[in-house]
């Protein structure tokens, strides 16, 4: 039996439903939804109301995080509920057959990338976002903040050494791997403004690839999925 929160009820009960709100981690499978040309129903979780400690939410999500996807019609012919976006880029790539390849060695290449991202770049860049856009007035401590800035940095610079040799992120074909990745990269000089602060300039490469990956028509429609502005 297909399961819908009461909250959030669809539009459209035989689509893909996304809970999400457009932060970097929700704005990954926007992305995804978008490059794969799927049909889905989109929610916003409102998570500056709490919306994510919601009983239904959690029903969707036990970590009480954003986002979630169901999708009513698995693989079996059951409802698949999902958290965690490496977990649903995957899932949404072996449904669709796109952006993750078949062939073990290019599938592997693209996976490890895809967990660089999820283990690395997504907890350190957040980490470091938060100390440099909003508790700055929280701390006089300036250990944390120089901790997480230079961890980016060096991340950024794995990314950009790896770019210097690869089209995209996994080799030479756009994948999940860079769907994750991008946003994460994108904020940085967006909604942080830490430009200059983590000389972004410097690396080349990178700005090359993230240049290449937000021109995309896909990726502009999906970064906007579940934004604020349209709850």
Not at 77 to 83: A, F, K, N, P, S
């Amino acid at each position: 039996m297909t399961w819908f929160p009461s909250r959030w009820p669809p539009s459209s009960p035989d689509r893909l439903q996304l809970y999400s709100l457009a932060t970097p981690n929700g704005q990954k499978i926007g992305i995804a939804l978008e490059e794969m040309a799927l049909e889905y129903d989109a929610h916003l979780i409102d998570i500056g109301n709490d919306d994510q400690f919601d009983d239904d939410y959690l029903k969707l999500s036990p970590n009480g995080k954003i986002p979630t996807l169901s999708d009513p019609h698995g693989p079996d012919g059951e409802q698949v509920l999902l958290m965690e976006t490496g977990a649903i880029l995957m899932y949404l790539a072996d449904k669709t057959g796109k952006f993750l390849p078949t062939k073990t060695s290019a599938r592997q290449q693209v996976i490890q990338w895809l967990f660089f991202q999820v283990a690395h770049v997504g907890p350190m860049f957040g980490q470091f976002g938060h100390f440099f856009k909003f508790a700055r007035d929280k701390t006089q401590d300036p250990y944390a903040l120089n901790r997480y800035l230079l961890e980016s940095r060096r991340l950024l610079d794995v990314l950009d050494e790896r770019l210097e040799e690869h089209e995209f992120i996994a080799g030479d074909t756009y994948s999940i791997a860079d769907i994750a990745t991008a946003p994460w990269v994108d904020v940085l000089d967006g909604f942080y403004a830490a430009g200059e602060a983590l000389k972004l300039d410097e690396f080349e490469h990178l700005d090359r690839w993230r240049q290449a990956v937000v021109s995309r028509p896909a990726y502009q429609r999906g970064r906007k999925v579940c934004a604020r502005e349209q709850g």
